[in-house]
């Protein structure tokens, strides 16, 4: 065994999932850092104990995908406490969660909803944030949406949003490139105009992920299940040109591919490092 | 303030809506507040109401397996779809959904002819239960053998969290069993009912029959009951029982994690330590609280 040998290499990492544990536990590949939504490690399973052994060779990020920021309701505090017991044992290199709501009036609904982005809601928004950074003992990342629809009452372009956001409570920005060109597409902005009105210095990472054509409405779907499409790649080596070198996932949730399409896709996003680094 | 709460109860009840939307399938609240953007408002709301069927009934799925195996995927997907609308989540980490699944099958009429159905899926419950829950370091035998003899029978234990216990008339586990693999074999449903111990060893979640004393026993210590009340039970049940040997296996099985009701926890600890420091001297107060009254007399 080559144990000491350092694992943790590049800036780029993986989603991890169940079925890739073992095989990333033997063979130990190159890689920038793991990424779990915490809401799978939350209960005694054995993951949480494999997900803690991986936790010694590479840094881990927590995903979070049910604080419910958005929610006009009390932040779920039992949620956040356990949130908080996870980050302490795990010990996360980020925390990221979604500028979303999902939960309301003690309905859990499992999907990031989206938020009219008005005064009102950016007022309660960070109130939100503030509580949970507090609560967490740890500055959040906030993550971009990917959307279907928008709200006749939204008065304030989402980039403007998120960056008030960042502004007004210190907490970072995980910039999901994904989702910039899926809304894009959805809704026909300028994702580079997108790009440009986040505010550099807030960028804590990158997520990039795979989208499919839902023909029939002409709506891109952000399933996180296939490869990261062409223009995506584009628009993710034009972020790193304006963000720098941030950590960037390759996210894969559904229709799992082998280990290694998912490292060929990470080996992708490093070359794109390495063509800006040059640059 | 009050412009604060207005928007507020604003935000609230269009947040309301849109669940009502996802989970009821009825846009008409919804749609007036959503642009069109060149779209059905509701076809947009679909999306998100498709995503979050979608994913719930995977989540259930994978912790019903068994019970989708035995309905076929489509009925599953059916039922899961009216149990979603009527009883969404209430834990963000879906591991926790479906504690009430199977009562809800026991009650879906399109099922009835599935008797077993729902017991299948509290056994399929029971083991996610297991499966999610860590096991606790157990209390040694040692610990219950230095409380009085006399005040023994009032003690009430604290089981291994992971642990369930749950009876049915039909022969559940072998039913379970039977469906791990690609050709099911025959399974004889007049064989008999079962009465299963469920708990968490190690990383493994395991499971066995129990005779019908030892079950009564265990399920009562399970309840909270106190000792005598525990053994009345299991003697009801088996009239050979023996309680010393039944207690010997619960220890050496590691299933005792501390002594019941952290209100009678340190008394106990102090009765015992008084009994290790004078051995005869006569205890003052009596250990034997109302509430350890009240669990014996319901066992009578």
């Not at chain 2, 959503?34 to 912790?63: C, E, K, M, S, W």
């Not at chain 2, 969404?88 to 504690?99: D, K």
């Not at chain 2, 106190?226 to 010393?244: E, N």
Request: one cysteine or more; charged letters at 20%; aromatic letters at 8%.
């Amino acid at each position: 065994m080559t144990r000491g040998r350092p694992i943790a290499s590049g800036r780029v990492g993986i989603g991890l999932h169940l079925p890739h544990v073992s095989e990333i536990a033997a063979a130990r590949p190159r890689l920038g850092f793991l990424e779990v939504h915490a809401e799978n490690y939350m209960a005694e399973t054995p993951a949480l104990d494999r997900l803690l052994g991986l936790r010694r060779d590479y840094p881990v990020s927590l995903h979070g995908v049910a604080l419910s920021l958005g929610s006009a309701e009390r932040l779920d505090h039992c949620h956040l406490m356990r949130f908080k017991a996870l980050i302490e044992r795990v010990e996360p290199m980020l925390v990221s969660e979604h500028l979303a709501w999902s939960a309301i009036s003690g309905a859990y609904l499992n999907d990031l909803l989206p938020l009219p982005y008005t005064e009102a809601s950016l007022d309660l928004f960070c109130r939100h944030v503030d509580e949970a950074q507090e609560g967490l003992g740890r500055r959040l990342l906030i993550e971009n949406p990917s959307s279907y629809l928008r709200y006749r009452d939204s008065t304030i372009p989402e980039a403007e949003f998120m960056t008030e956001v960042a502004h007004r409570t210190g907490c970072g920005i995980l910039c999901d490139v994904n989702n910039v060109h899926v809304s894009a597409s959805n809704f026909g902005f300028d994702p580079l105009a997108y790009l440009d009105a986040l505010p550099i210095e807030a960028i804590g990472e990158i997520h990039l992920a795979g989208h499919r054509v839902a023909e029939d409405v002409g709506i891109l779907i952000d399933d996180h299940g296939a490869r990261v499409a062409e223009p995506v790649w584009g628009l993710y080596a034009a972020a790193l040109r304006r963000f720098g070198p941030v950590p960037t996932l390759i996210e894969w949730d559904t229709n799992l591919p082998t280990l290694e399409v998912l490292l060929n896709e990470a080996r992708h996003a490093e070359e794109a490092h390495r063509y800006v680094d040059a640059a | 303030m009050p412009k604060r709460r207005t928007d507020m109860s604003t935000l609230l009840e269009l947040q309301m809506r849109l669940r009502r939307a996802v989970l009821g399938g009825d846009t008409g609240e919804i749609v007036a507040a959503i642009q069109g953007d060149g779209l059905d408002p509701a076809a947009r709301v679909g999306i998100y109401r498709h995503h979050a069927f979608t994913t719930l009934g995977d989540a259930l799925q994978t912790t019903f397996p068994v019970v989708c195996r035995l309905v076929d995927k489509r009925f599953f997907a059916y039922a899961a779809h009216e149990y979603l609308r009527q009883h969404p989540p209430h834990s963000r980490c879906l591991v926790e959904y479906g504690a009430d699944f199977a009562d809800f099958l026991a009650r879906f009429t399109p099922c009835e002819k599935l008797p077993y159905l729902a017991d299948v899926a509290r056994f399929e419950w029971a083991l996610n239960i297991a499966a999610t829950v860590g096991e606790a370091a157990p209390l040694h035998a040692e610990t219950l053998a230095a409380i009085p003899p006399g005040k023994a029978a009032y003690v009430a234990l604290r089981l291994q969290p992971s642990l369930s216990y749950f009876a049915s008339p039909w022969p559940i586990d072998t039913i379970w069993q039977a469906n791990q693999a690609d050709e099911v074999p025959p399974v004889d449903l007049a064989s008999g009912g079962a009465s299963l111990e469920i708990r968490r060893v190690g990383e493994a979640v395991s499971w066995r029959r129990l005779d019908l004393g030892t079950f009564a026993f265990r399920t009562a210590l399970a309840d909270g009951l106190v000792l005598a009340a525990a053994m009345s039970a299991a003697t009801f049940k088996d009239p050979a029982f023996d309680l010393t040997v039944a207690l010997r296996q619960v220890f050496s099985e590691g299933l005792a994690v501390d002594f019941g009701r952290p209100g009678s926890t340190s008394r106990i600890r102090e009765l015992a330590t008084e009994r290790q420091e004078r051995p005869n001297s006569s205890t003052r107060s009596h250990y034997a609280t109302t509430n350890d009254m009240r669990c014996w007399s319901l066992q009578l």
